[in-house]
């Protein structure tokens, strides 16, 4: 079976400024994926772009076999993103929130569908409250449900879990793992070490726009001696 995601010598250039240099990995069905790297490693940039908001300076990316730049509507009907500055609409409560974005969905699931993300987003009668009522960590857990309510091929996640206490996180966390059991493929960026280690099948390690590392966590810490991913992610980029 052929990889969800193919990047292939990835290059994505802002003027004078090179965030991506040729990076190229490739991510599986239903694998959970994570991008790590320092800030300003080319992290974000590289999500943009599999969430056809970028376009690319050179190189190539595929999401199920369509071409992001070439074939952009027909990714964004795969793949669902939750950026790390993600917000909701303010003046709706959750539930009008998540019935506004299940519109643009097959409206013969629209209800199974807002109920899902009712669900993930777990906030009980605060649903219907306005959103600019809620803590950071309620918006959170809306935009996850919105997220993930479409059960998508493909999640893109930067910082999933940003904004959220231990015990909602480890909620959120649980729940991506049983998305992914349930077929979705799922990419995310955080700079949890702990979180990465415990949600992803396989890492890469960004720095300065290049990939220099990847492969399995536990690999990883037997080839560098290490007893965890921070301690990889120390030694790979000093």
Do not use: W
């Amino acid at each position: 079976m052929a990889p969800i995601v193919e990047v292939q010598q990835l290059v994505k250039h802002f003027g004078t400024t090179k965030a991506v240099q040729g990076i190229s990995f490739t991510i599986e069905k239903g694998e959970i994926f994570g991008l790590i790297g320092p800030n300003g490693a080319g992290k974000t940039t590289t999500l943009r772009i599999l969430s056809t908001l970028l376009q690319i300076t050179s190189g190539a990316v595929t999401v199920l076999g369509a071409d992001v730049t070439k074939q952009a509507a027909e990714v964004r009907k795969h793949i669902s993103y939750l950026p790390e500055d993600a917000g909701a609409y303010k003046t709706l409560t959750g539930r009008q929130y998540l019935r506004f974005i299940a519109n643009f969905f097959d409206a013969r699931e629209r209800e199974a569908t807002i109920s899902r993300g009712i669900e993930i987003a777990d906030l009980d009668e605060r649903i219907d409250d306005k959103v600019d009522t809620y803590s950071k960590g309620m918006k959170r857990r809306l935009l996850v449900g919105r997220a993930l309510m479409t059960n998508p091929d493909l999640a893109i996640l930067d910082e999933p879990t940003s904004g959220l206490d231990v015990i909602n996180a480890q909620e959120i966390r649980n729940l991506i793992k049983k998305t992914a059991g349930e077929g979705t493929t799922v990419l995310l960026s955080s700079h949890n070490m702990l979180e990465v280690e415990y949600l992803c099948d396989r890492i890469a390690l960004i720095d300065k726009g290049i990939l220099v590392e990847q492969g399995k966590p536990k690999t990883m810490m037997q080839k560098y001696n290490a007893q965890n991913i921070e301690e990889v992610f120390t030694k790979v980029i000093q």
